[in-house]
């Protein structure tokens, strides 16, 4: 064990350990506390005490390496040992969608919150809500604390991180928001916690539990939207002979709108931004606010109407009926840089196929062994030439660096047809159709 070096004696726990938490208690670590880290998932915990990240996180492993050696940072699966021993614990459980409905499900946070006080949350230690949740979880959860733990306060501090840049942008965020009550500690409390981020020049937004939850969904609601947007001016494209990406290039230039999160293809997946559209209309309806996000719908339905449209496309390239066809599709992960499948497009697209009886070998870089799990219906390939091996047709449809920088001629011999779909439209078609390739993308001509 190396040296524990303590910048402050506050002690944290963080309680859920999946993107969000793993990464969250180790850069606490990092940033110089004691950590303990929880999770009821006992093989998570095994993992994250052996120094392996359960999941794909560049960076994040040897971060997590180097705070167990220094001895900051421990996991457990008790709950009530991260009780009793912090001094301020983190809840960073999912909030996932609902089955059956829209809304998010709260049973984690609940079962998280109910768990510390049993435990026997020391009075003066701050539990601090990171999940994405509904507006007024946060009011509830400091009623139920201030009658089951007098002496606990509740701040919520959102997190905006990316999966595969999650250690950047927990270290080096672009926003802190800290949700507090009026005339409490917490403030000064979460203050402590970020000192060294704050020092680097990270703006704090103080606000009240109810902003503090909305400010998360809104910056989701935004993001989405913006891809929508762009996704329906690709649908127009299509049906003009317009190129989507010169016009998202051609209005990028107004600093106004800007380029980022203006990129046209398959649309968005992943753990957030679909579920955090949906909670948030639903939420927004409890409250009679429905039709302020009523556009969300519109959102969702536009982003869904991608995978329909590549499944079509797919379809008429091959004939009409995909019966019996080949098909590639190169990229299972909902985006590059990360084996995350939650709502992924492109296993969306690639099930649709097979249901519709075409043969489909997927590869992904890092994705395969989770893709297996929930969809073992599809065929998975070591490699994107043994995906294409007599293929009828190629779908782009994550956009890792390796699937760009395919030789297309060095997939010509090997295909049973030289048809592409780029869904992402990060391949050159300039250098596919010179190999021979009949190229297709969405939202160009
Ligand atoms: C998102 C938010 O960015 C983050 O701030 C929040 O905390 C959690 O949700 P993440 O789900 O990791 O993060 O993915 P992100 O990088 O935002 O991408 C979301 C999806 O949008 C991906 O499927 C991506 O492929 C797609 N996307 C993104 C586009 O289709 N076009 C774009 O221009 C940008």
Redesign the pocket.
Known sequence: MGATTIVDPLRISVIGTGYLGATHAVCMAELGFEVIGVDVDPSKIEHLTAGEVPFFEPGLEELLRKNLESGRLSFTTSLADAAAGADVHFICVGTPQHPGSNSADMRYVDAAVSGLIAGGLRPGSLVVGKSTVPAGTAARLAAWLSEQAPGVELAWNP??????FAVD?TLRPDRLVFGVAPDGTAEATLHRVYASVIDAGTPVVVVDYPTAELV?VA??AF?AT??SF??AMAEVCEATGADVTHLSKAISYDTRIGG??????????????PK?IRAFQARATELGAGQAVAFLAEVDAINLRRRTRTVTLATELLGGDVTGKKVAVLGAA??PN?DDIRDS?ALAVADALRRAGATVAVYDPAAIPNARRTYPDLTYADNAVDAATGAHIVLHL??WTEFRELDPNALTAIVAARTVIDGRNTLNPAQWRAAGWDYHALGRP
């Open positions: 997190e905006f991180l990316r999966e595969g942008d998360k910056a989701n993001l913006k891809i762009i996704n980022r999160f203006l990129h046209a293809g398959l649309g968005f997946g992943g753990g957030c931004l955090d909902f985006k990360s497009p994550t956009e």
